[in-house]
């Protein structure tokens, strides 16, 4: 019987590299499974065996299947195979980090990806015109608000989103915001407070953090 997880993921995936940085930050062994999105992966029959909603990231542990992020994150803490320091053991100090993974659902990864979804990804891949300049300033005005939350709420007075140590909740969070750099979006120039927070989170998650983003950030490169 194993004793390493199964886990299936692509970097280029925000909630998959939030994982896979708090995996190895965690020293968490695991067997690497990367399913190629761009190659469409996912939706291979072999991959639907794995996961019957052909998403990433996903886990199989011992014939047990499991999907989507924070789930994966709370079952492997059950198991004690997740780091407590991202992921606290207190009752209390969890329930904050919990709230945070919760909010951002409809807040952070709303904004965000929707923003990044319709401005760089769908384009991109040829799915779909870019969004005209009335629907462009819809999605950044909306993304904008839930950063104001970020910046205001979550960050008002920590140097983290719970406190001021690292959580698996700065990850998911971090790895959310970064990939709008692919919409050219500046993050410096309206939010002081992420600006700084992010440049936390990396140094605090390097060199796990820049490993996980390399090819975001070539990306990026190519289109400056």
């Avoid at 695991?30 to 639907?48: G, H, M, S, V």
């Avoid at 079952?75 to 980090?97: G, T, W």
């Avoid at 909740?169 to 927070?197: H, M, S, V």
Wanted: glycine letters at 4%.
């Amino acid at each position: 019987m194993s004793k390493h997880f199964k886990y299936y993921y692509d970097l280029m995936s925000q909630p998959s590299r939030a994982l896979w940085i708090a995996l190895k930050m965690g020293k968490t062994q695991f067997e690497d499974c990367p399913i190629a999105l761009r190659k469409k992966e996912q939706y291979t029959e072999a991959f639907k065996k794995i996961n019957r909603f052909q998403k990433v990231p996903a886990i199989v542990d011992n014939g047990f299947h499991l999907s989507e992020s924070v789930a994966i994150l709370r079952y492997l803490a059950d198991k004690q195979q997740f780091s407590k320091a991202l992921y606290p053991r207190d009752i209390q100090e969890r329930a904050k980090v919990d709230e945070f993974l919760e909010w951002q659902h409809l807040g952070l990864r709303y904004g965000c990806s929707h923003y990044f979804l319709h401005l760089w990804l769908l384009p991109f891949r040829g799915v779909a015109a870019k969004p005209t300049k009335e629907k462009a300033q819809e999605l950044k005005i909306e993304m904008e608000h839930q950063l104001k939350i970020l910046e205001e709420l979550w960050l008002k007075d920590n140097n983290f989103v719970v406190g001021n140590k690292l959580t698996v909740a700065d990850l998911f969070g971090a790895c959310e915001i970064e990939q709008i750099k692919l919409c050219r979006y500046d993050i410096k120039e309206k939010f002081p407070n992420i600006t700084k927070w992010l440049e936390r989170v990396r140094e605090e998650s390097n060199p796990c953090f820049d490993e996980a983003h390399k090819y975001l950030y070539k990306a990026v490169q190519v289109l400056s």
